[in-house]
C-alpha cells in the first residue's frame, strides 16, 4: 500500500511542470480566428480598390467578438489586408537591405518571440521590426513568449506578415538581418 502511494505522489510531483508550462491566455477556440488556428497560407494578392484610406482611422472589427486589428478568419479570409498596392506608407526606400528572410514561412514554420518589442523583435537569431503604422495593433503581443508566423506579403515590396498564433491577428514587417 505504501508503494502504491509513493508511486502516486512521484507521478502527480513529475506532472506539475507539465501544468507549469500550460499556456492559458483567455478564451480559446469559440471564436472563428485565433486561438492556435494557423493560416495555411498568407493573402492572396489583393486586385479591387483599396478599403481604407489612411488618414482615417480604420476598423477591422467585423463583428462584435472580433478584435479591432487585421486579422485572420479561419475560412482563410485576411481581413484588413485590402489596402492596395500604391499606398505610400508601403514604399521602402531600399525593400531588402538586410537581405530575405529564410527561415521557413506559413503553417509549417512557428517561431517563438524571444524578445524585444515592436521596434525591434527576434526569433531563431532573424531580427525584425513591426511597421510603424501598425505598432498599435500589437500592444497585446508577449515578445517574450508569443508564436509567430512569418508570410510573404504579396502585395508590398520588402514586407512580410507577422501572424501572432495566439491572438489570430497580424502586422507588417520588415527584416533586419540575422
Known amino acids: 500500500m505504501k508503494s502504491s502511494f509513493k508511486l502516486l505522489g512521484l507521478l502527480l510531483a513529475l506532472s506539475v511542470p507539465l501544468w507549469a508550462q500550460h499556456d492559458d491566455h ?18 492572396e ?11 482615417d482611422h480604420p476598423t477591422y472589427r467585423d463583428r462584435d467578438d472580433h478584435p479591432e486589428a487585421p486579422h485572420v478568419h479561419r475560412d482563410g479570409e485576411w481581413v484588413g489586408h485590402d489596402w492596395g498596392r500604391e499606398d505610400a ?5 531600399h ?5 530575405h528572410f529564410e527561415g521557413g514561412f506559413g503553417p509549417h514554420h512557428r517561431w517563438r518571440l524571444v524578445g524585444g518589442g515592436p ?20 500592444n497585446d503581443w508577449y515578445w517574450d513568449r508569443d508564436n509567430v508566423v ?13 501572424y501572432n498564433v495566439r491572438l489570430g491577428t497580424y502586422v507588417h514587417v520588415t527584416f533586419l538581418g540575422r
Open 95 to 99: 525593400p531588402w537591405e538586410h537581405g
Open 119 to 138: 521596434g525591434r523583435f527576434w526569433f531563431g537569431g532573424y531580427f525584425f521590426s513591426v511597421a510603424a503604422f501598425d505598432t498599435g495593433y500589437c
Open 89 to 93: 506608407r508601403f514604399h521602402l526606400e
Open 150 to 162: 512569418i508570410y510573404d506579403d504579396p502585395d508590398h515590396v520588402g514586407w512580410y506578415l507577422a
Open 45 to 55: 494578392a489583393y486586385h479591387g480598390e483599396p478599403h481604407h484610406d489612411h488618414d
Open 26 to 43: 483567455g478564451d480559446h477556440g469559440h471564436h472563428d480566428y485565433g486561438g492556435g488556428y494557423v493560416p495555411h497560407h498568407g493573402p
